[in-house]
């Protein structure tokens, strides 16, 4: 079990899905299906949707939050965020979000170096940070 | 208080919570990048803040949108897109923006002052603003734009601060030829270098004529902004915040410094270009940012009343667009076979044919997002390879400056 510090509140649950390389979501990640389509990301053709999704490092594009608030509302989105730093762009779309009366992911900061001791599998993030 | 400034206000206070603000800074102008569709969402969202009474507190102009609002049919977008996309602007203008739509919003008559804080949104635009101009702004994402331009405010960190906007590294341009330092497609491919090495450090650089034009200017801050994060550099004896290198540095010791070669240059010039193969060309892009009028006079002058011989495409804003009218170079342009965009660009918006093509540019910000964009491969050249490539129909390049 390890306590992450949360950025935005939440819970979520789903199968833990870990990207080591920079991921930008804008010209990333496909808005209508949640798969990752950057042609030079080793995770290129899976999907983030429903995922506990760990990013240790991501490429700010200013128009990520418009990819993830769309990937919010088709329900899409991770079930739960962990940042290896914080990207204040790419939280905005859940602040967005959440502004709209949506159900949004909890967004969480975790060095890289933690959540590379995150076990494979199904894992659950609470409200207070603690991912399970 | 209306809603839509309750929820303008909240978003700031959680984005400057985020970015480890200590508070918030009044700003007097914003430039909003949300205007483009990426699906309904952002459609929603615009309209929750219209529904909310929702007005800018502040002169704000708007970027492109996903539409040519001046030429209808040219973004060929299915109904439901199109429509969408129009919700998208109608939206925005009802907050009161100005609907400028285009990404150059500084040659539309949207110039802040030295110093002033501003809330600017689109990657070019920031860099522009910030490096050009000496205002002030962080690269601010989608929707914190608007929120920001109702709210008044921004979170008062980063580059609105003194301490962050000193360069941290200086590159010296002094070695390159003087025939290369000179010419207009040397700069944003100093712009696509340094995007690629400085990332979002702030860069100064030294050894580039006093009187390079705001055009290059341009070009430079686009693609640095596309290949890195680069919000912010100086241009010693340029720039308004560079009159000198110690004032550009604060008087602290940069922690790097490096010498441009040749070779560098070449090798920044060749990633511009992802076409595998140049034996054919299909389309031919330029302005972005947009085209600015000094830019159409060039190609006037380059075309000289030739006719094109494939597909050649001129992105550029509205205002201009008018300009153009009054003097009768549209009619001539078209004549040559130039398509004039507004309003939106080939690269955001499909209007291109589609399918694996080539397509030919001059900006570094076509180049570097046009294959991911338009499923074409790129080929970079200058203007006056463009326009003799359009000319013969197939990719002409003056290698010389670069060898």
Same mark, same amino acid.
């Given at each position: 079990m390890i306590r992450a510090r949360v950025l935005l509140p939440g819970a979520g649950a789903g199968p833990l899905l870990r990207l080591v390389e920079p991921l930008s979501?804008?010209?990333?990640?496909?808005?209508?299906?949640?798969?990752?389509?950057?042609?030079?990301?080793?995770?290129?053709?899976?999907?983030?949707?429903?995922t506990v999704l760990a990013l240790a490092a991501t490429r700010g594009s200013s128009s990520s939050s418009a990819v993830l608030l769309e990937l919010i509302r088709s329900g899409r989105a991770p079930a739960a965020i962990v940042l290896g730093e914080v990207d204040a762009i790419l939280s905005l779309g859940v602040v967005v979000a959440r502004e709209m009366g949506w159900q949004t992911p909890p967004v969480l900061e975790l060095a890289p170096e933690m959540q590379a001791t995150l076990p494979e599998g199904q894992r659950r993030v609470d409200p207070d940070g603690t991912i399970a | 208080m209306t809603p839509a400034t309750g929820m303008a206000r909240r978003i700031v206070a959680d984005a400057a919570r985020l970015m480890g603000a200590p508070g918030l800074v009044p700003v007097v102008s914003a430039h909003i990048d949300?205007?483009?569709?990426? *699906?309904?969402s952002g459609v929603e969202f615009a309209e929750a803040l219209v529904a909310g009474g929702g007005q800018v507190a502040v002169p704000t102009t708007l970027n492109v949108g996903a539409l040519d609002l001046l030429h209808p049919g040219r973004v060929r977008f299915p109904d439901h897109q199109a429509a969408m996309a129009r919700r998208l602007m109608a939206a925005y203008e009802r907050?009161?923006?100005?609907?400028?739509?285009?990404?150059a919003p500084y040659q539309a008559g949207h110039r802040p002052q030295p110093g002033e804080h501003v809330a600017w949104g689109e990657s070019n635009a920031v860099a522009f603003v910030n490096s050009v101009l000496g205002a002030r702004t962080n690269r601010l994402g989608d929707f914190l734009d608007i929120a920001c331009a109702i709210a *008044?405010? !921004?979170?008062?960190c980063g580059l609105h601060r003194d301490e962050n906007r000193r360069a941290r590294i200086v590159v010296d341009a002094? *070695?390159?030829s003087r025939r290369l330092r000179a010419s207009e497609s040397f700069y944003p491919v100093l712009g696509a270098w340094l995007g690629s090495h400085a990332g979002n450090a702030v860069a100064a650089i030294t050894?580039?004529?006093?009187?390079?034009p705001e055009d290059a200017l341009k070009a430079l801050g686009a693609a640095a902004a596309s290949t890195g994060a680069v919000a912010l550099f100086h241009i010693v004896?340029? %720039?308004?915040? !560079?009159? %000198?290198l110690e004032a550009a540095t604060g008087g602290i010791a940069p922690e790097a410094r490096l010498d441009l070669t040749p070779d560098m240059l070449r090798s920044a010039r060749d990633r511009l270009s992802t076409a %595998?193969?140049?034996?054919?060309?299909?389309a031919i892009a330029l302005g972005s940012p947009h085209f600015s009028l000094a830019e159409f006079a060039q190609l006037r002058a380059l075309l000289a009343g030739r006719r094109l011989a494939v597909p050649f495409y001129a992105c550029t804003g509205r205002g201009v667009i008018e300009i153009l009218d009054g003097r009768g170079w549209r009619r001539e342009l078209e004549g040559c076979g130039v398509t004039l965009v507004a309003d939106t660009c080939v690269v955001v918006a499909p209007i291109l044919d589609a399918g694996r093509g080539v397509l030919m540019t001059n900006s570094g910000k076509f180049a570097f997002y046009g294959e991911a964009n338009t499923g074409h491969g790129t080929v970079f050249g200058s203007l006056e390879d463009c326009v003799a490539s359009g000319l013969a129909g197939q990719v002409v390049r003056d290698e010389a400056l670069w060898q």
């Open positions: 979501f804008w010209g990333g990640v496909d808005p209508a299906s949640g798969i990752v389509t950057d042609a030079r990301h080793p995770a290129r053709g899976r999907s983030i949707a429903g | 949300g205007c483009l569709y990426h *699906g309904d907050l009161g923006c100005r609907p400028s739509w285009t990404c *008044g405010v !921004a979170p008062d002094g *070695g390159l050894g580039l004529p006093q009187d390079v004896g340029v %720039t308004p915040e !560079a009159p %000198t %595998t193969g140049i034996d054919q060309l299909d």
